[in-house]
């Protein structure tokens, strides 16, 4: 008998395809949204599991001790086994299992040693590919707890750190509003500069002149922007611009620009706090991460086939 079990498609969009099916009040009559075809290949599907379910054999119970949960063959799950089990199962996929839930969590488990104990006894365990998978899947495991501790615990941020890097980044944290006139020709750029030196609109020789398709039309205004967002030149010529002032044409990749300070204004460390602890965590995180691996670089000697991997 085919049987597919499926885990935590309550509250997963991964779903766990071992072999068996345990139960089908993980699958939820809600098919109202649904084509009426769609409706009725759930309806199948459930149906069928359901018959499935009639010949799957229940599990016995009996009196054993207290930090036991439960038997399996030669296997004792205790309760230390099963909050270990249970916790990482819940970090690496971020759920939380309700009463229901962990009912059918503990059938998964279970039959899932079921069918690992048949494995073995059958000399699965001693294929090659699946030592190999076995290898890497340890290995994710006892490197993912090494970061945890050696790199993501050693790369804290504070909200004093996060204040430390506001107060020394001050101008960083600066936000600009303003209009500009993009122009492909310097000539036609510099006739257009001094037009509005003259006392001509701005406004009105966007609209007439930039192109710029999107601003256009509303006489050049590009909104409010903080550094990183424009090209090097103009972000340089806009932030060093006072509110109202006016830069003369700046080449970038687009073009000339003529651009128009309309505002400018000092980001608080409140409104930025959050950015700033995430951005410096990020880079301690980069920097202790690339440390450690020089450290263990050094530490096993590590040579690749100049063959299989390019530089």
């Given at each position: ?130 030592k190999m998978k076995y290898e890497w899947d340890f290995d ?172």
């Open positions: 008998m085919k049987i597919v079990f499926k885990v935590f498609s309550l509250f997963l969009t991964i779903v766990f395809i071992i072999g068996c099916e345990t139960t089908t009040t993980l699958i939820k009559e809600e098919t109202t949204q649904l084509p009426d075809e769609k409706q009725t290949e759930v309806k199948e599907q459930q149906q069928e599991i359901a018959e499935q379910d009639k010949e799957t054999p229940k599990f016995s119970t009996a009196k054993m001790e207290k930090d036991v949960i439960a038997v399996i063959g030669k296997y004792t799950l205790t309760k230390e086994k099963y909050r270990i089990i249970k916790e990482y199962m819940q970090e690496k996929y971020d759920v939380k299992l309700d009463a229901e839930q962990e009912q059918e969590f503990l059938e998964y488990l279970i039959n899932r040693k079921l069918m690992a104990l048949e494995a073995r006894e059958k000399g699965y365990a001693e294929k090659t590919d699946v994710d495991i006892v490197s993912h707890d090494f970061y945890k501790d050696n790199i993501e615990a050693k790369s804290k941020v504070t909200a004093s750190d996060a204040r430390d890097y506001y107060n020394k980044n001050k101008s960083d944290f600066v936000e600009v509003k303003a209009q500009h006139i993009l122009i492909k020709n310097k000539d036609l750029a510099k006739s257009i500069y001094k037009k509005i030196i003259g006392g001509e609109s701005f406004d009105d020789l966007a609209k007439k002149y930039s192109e710029d398709e999107v601003t256009k039309s509303s006489g050049g205004n590009l909104g409010y922007f903080t550094k990183g967002m424009m090209v090097k030149e103009f972000e340089d010529a806009a932030f060093a611009l006072g509110k109202d002032q006016l830069s003369e044409p700046i080449k970038t990749i687009y073009g000339y620009h003529i651009i128009k300070v309309l505002d400018k204004r000092q980001i608080s460390f409140e409104e930025s706090k959050d950015k700033i602890i995430n951005m410096v965590q990020n880079k301690k995180l980069k920097n202790k991460f690339d440390s450690v691996l020089n450290e263990l670089k050094s530490k096993y000697k590590v040579l690749i086939n100049e063959d299989v991997y390019k530089k």
